[in-house]
């Protein structure tokens, strides 16, 4: 088995620690560092709305733990339908597993059964385990009950969406990323008309880029307004 299951990740966008911008989730963040920096065995249940940067700081925990000489798995659970549930099998090996969107398998029998072993063989090779979910411990709809039981034993953490300045600084920061300055007015006007979680804002901000560099324009107000209104 490789150290770390690939993952496709943009190719301008770096999935760290120092590149999120954690808000009110600091703490989270923080104590992420700290049991990685230290090896200890921990299982953290991170839950919270679509666009909260569940799957950023998965994929940061995993970059820490490669720089710290460890070796970490993350598991898309939401491209289940392109691996079979054997892919869990032995994931124990390594240092730190991270399992993103669980509400993704949640009724499928030999998922939730896999999910059930790998967390039984983790704790017991004192391995550290992260999961996210849109739902909170005792409020998703895991049908198996010994699965849902160990899900509601670590520690959970409730995500918060960023505030305004928080999400603009993380467009502008996003965008230098990927070479190009983003104008104040064209963030306003963008921030004003389109869902406000980083999830769709980060879509958008892609949408922009593509679309000035085929049409070989500035990024104006004008070029994200036709945009909007082909959606």
């Not at 967390?119 to 005792?138: H, Q, R, Y």
């Not at 849902?148 to 670590?154: F, I, T, Y």
């Amino acid at each position: 088995m490789s150290s770390q299951i690939p993952l496709p990740l943009g190719k301008f966008d770096r999935f760290s620690f120092e590149m999120f911008i954690a808000g009110q989730n600091k703490h989270v963040v923080d104590n992420i560092h700290k049991i990685i920096t230290s090896g200890s065995s921990e299982f953290l249940y991170l839950w919270g709305d679509v666009g909260v940067g569940k799957s950023h700081i998965l994929q940061a925990a995993c970059a820490q733990a490669s720089q710290n000489k460890m070796k970490p798995g993350y598991i898309p659970l939401s491209n289940h339908n392109q691996f079979l549930p054997e892919v869990l099998n032995g994931l124990e090996f390594l240092d730190l597993v991270c399992i993103d969107d669980l509400d993704s398998i949640v009724g499928i029998p030999e998922w939730e059964k896999g999910l059930f072993n790998l967390f039984n063989t983790l704790v017991e090779n004192s391995k550290i385990l992260i999961v996210t979910s849109t739902m909170s411990p005792s409020g998703n709809s895991i049908s198996l009950p010994d699965l849902k039981s160990r899900l509601a034993s670590g520690i959970a953490y409730h995500l918060k969406y960023l505030n305004e300045d928080e999400r603009l600084y993380a467009l502008k920061q996003r965008a230098s990323l990927r070479g190009f300055e983003l104008p104040n007015e064209v963030l306003n006007y963008l921030s004003k008309r389109v869902a406000r979680d980083m999830h769709t804002l980060f879509n958008w901000l892609d949408r922009i880029d593509n679309a000035s560099l085929v049409s070989k324009k500035k990024l104006t107000i004008a070029l994200v307004r036709q945009l909007l209104d082909k959606k």
